[in-house]
Nanobody
Framework: QVQLVESGGGLVQAGGSLRLACAAS?????????MGWFRQAPGKEREFVAA????????NYADSVKGRFTISRDKAKNTVYLQMNSLKPEDTAVYYCGADYSGLATVERYKYDYWGQGTQVTVSS
């Protein structure tokens, strides 16, 4: 089994920054898992935000966050980060971390094998 725990959410003003962290653990977790961030706003579907391959070399971003968000990983700590800058009110959502056994920087939500419980990000105008 794999456990994912997100942290770092909170309330921030528009234009501000936050850094989310996702700590992975579990007997079957490997640092070669691809990792991704998704978000879900009230009344909306969970949508892709960013992903990073197991090697850390490949990344993918949603168009809405390109140039503002950066995904990275620390393999020694089994932790993935999402640095969010220039935040907008439309970034308000619960942010979820996912792990994909394939090791790819996967965009499709259904391909993820494990999920965390989420962390709330609220951006005020």
């Amino acid at each position: 089994q794999v456990q994912l725990v997100e942290s770092g959410g909170g309330l921030v003003q528009a234009g501000g920054s936050l850094r989310l962290a996702c700590a992975a653990s579990g007997r079957t977790f490997s640092s070669y898992y691809g990792m991704g961030w998704f978000r879900q706003a009230p009344g909306k579907e969970r949508e892709f935000v960013a992903a990073i391959s197991g090697s850390g070399i490949n990344t993918n971003y949603a168009d809405s966050v390109k140039g503002r968000f950066t995904i990275s990983r620390d393999k020694a700590k089994n932790t993935v980060y999402l640095q969010m800058n220039s935040l907008k009110p439309e970034d308000t959502a619960v942010y979820y971390c996912g792990a994909d056994y394939s090791g790819l920087a996967t965009v499709e939500r259904y391909k993820y094998d494990y999920w965390g419980q989420g962390t709330q990000v609220t951006v005020s105008s």
